[in-house]
């Protein structure tokens, strides 16, 4: 550090002079390194703002595609009721590049045939004899990208009506 002009001309003792340099000095480290870690806590925030925006703007672009694809799987319901009348390999090959392409956008179809019945994946619309809760039919196949449900499975559900006849009701 420089020493100051007046220095000489008041005659400041040396270790006067010595002891201010140190406080001083002492006084900018910590400057230094309050600013230091004022400037690391602001670029942390600012990568996990980066990484919040990019993880928001993926999320809108899913859901962007999760609506397109919903319309989409009216058309993909058509081609299969199509495929299963006409047995064209036309439409064969049409079904299969367009099962291939939801598969590769993450799309999956819910398997509903004889499994529980689940009010989140499952929209039943009929119940039928059978075994409390099953799914007894599957009636419009349903969607989902991940665990977000694009279209519950249409369903038919089973109810035990021979016990309820047993009783009375």
Not at 11 to 19: A, D, S, T
Not at 42 to 66: I, M, P, S, T, W
Request: proline share 2%; hydrophobic share 35%; net charge negative.
């Amino acid at each position: 550090m420089k020493k100051p002009e007046n220095t000489e001309k008041e005659n400041i003792n040396p270790k006067e002079y010595e002891e201010c340099c140190e406080d001083k000095t002492k006084e900018m480290e910590s400057k230094i390194f309050e600013l230091e870690n004022n400037w690391k806590r602001a670029l942390a925030d600012y990568k996990n703002l980066e990484k919040r925006v990019a993880e928001e703007k993926q999320e809108f672009a899913k859901y962007f595609l999760a609506g397109f694809i919903r319309e989409l799987l009216a058309v993909l319901d058509n081609l299969e009721k199509a495929q299963e009348h006409t047995k064209d390999e036309g439409v064969n090959l049409v079904v299969k590049d367009f099962r291939e392409i939801l598969k590769k956008e993450g799309v999956e179809e819910i398997i509903a045939q004889d499994t529980n019945f689940d009010p989140l994946m499952h929209d039943a619309v009929e119940v039928g004899d059978g075994t409390d809760g099953k799914i007894l039919k599957v009636l419009e196949k349903g969607y989902k990208i991940g665990e977000r449900i694009l279209r519950p499975a249409k369903v038919v559900v089973g109810k035990s009506f021979a016990a309820a006849e047993s009783v009375g009701i």
